[in-house]
């Protein structure tokens, strides 16, 4: 596709609950991220994805978090038994597969509100 | 100590001023730094990158960097009202793949 695209683009669901959230890259971008976005704050790095090496899960918050790219295309977010602090917009960025191209391309993000 | 820090602002100047955005890092060693605006409820895009000290123009915007100061800033002349937005400095990581973010700076530019 022309950019980064995610689903849902709003999530709501009930504390406790899991959550998957979907994110497709660039088409050919090998790299690819997720953050987190509270209300009013910057970005939180998650995860990175960089071809078939092994992610760096090194910003993952808890052990409810995980995520999943199977070789360069979707990668899924998945937060199981849902907390309200984990409401936020969840951003995707996929970034070029040179290790010279640094700019990330940002999808819309997912709007995640835990009740 | 946050690895990227910025002012929050709110920031706001005249229209056709010139907009002042800094942001410090800790990490010495990074050697790339970006400014993303991102405009209420959308997603960040990348206005400009920068490698090397010095200035860099690009259009109505120009980033400065200052390595050994470990100071990045952005400047915005002419400034519009479309500018108005928050802006986000990040920085990648000397050793891995992380970029850092600050938490933005929001710029109103009153017409």
């Known amino acids: 596709g022309a950019g980064v695209s995610q689903s849902p683009s709003n999530k709501v669901t009930e504390k406790g609950k899991d959550v998957e959230l979907r994110c497709d890259p660039i088409s050919g971008h090998t790299a690819l991220y997720w953050y987190r976005q509270r209300l009013g704050q910057g970005l939180e790095f998650l995860i990175y994805f960089q071809g078939n090496s092994a992610p760096d899960k090194s910003g993952l918050p808890s052990d409810r978090f995980s995520a999943e790219r199977t070789g360069e295309s979707v990668s899924t977010l998945t937060i199981q038994r849902t907390q309200q602090e984990d409401s936020a917009v969840y951003l995707c960025?996929?970034?070029?597969?040179?290790?010279?191209?640094?700019?990330?391309?940002f999808g819309p993000g997912t709007r995640l509100l835990v009740l | 100590q946050k690895e990227v820090e910025q002012n929050s602002g709110p920031l706001s100047v005249p229209e056709g001023a010139i907009a002042s955005l800094n942001c410090t890092y800790s990490d010495r060693g990074s050697q790339s730094f970006f400014w993303y605006r991102q405009y209420s409820g959308k997603s960040p895009e990348l206005i400009m990158f920068i490698y090397s000290n010095g200035d860099k123009e690009d259009g109505r915007f120009t980033a400065q960097l200052n390595k050994a100061s470990q100071y990045v800033s952005l400047l915005i002349r002419d400034s519009q009202p479309s500018d108005s937005a928050t802006y986000l400095c990040?920085?990648?990581?000397?050793?891995?793949?992380?970029?850092?973010f600050g938490t933005g700076t929001s710029l109103t530019v009153i017409p």
């Open positions: 990040a920085v990648k990581s000397a050793t891995g793949n992380q970029f850092y």
């Open positions: 960025a996929s970034r070029g597969g040179s290790f010279l191209v640094e700019t990330q391309y």
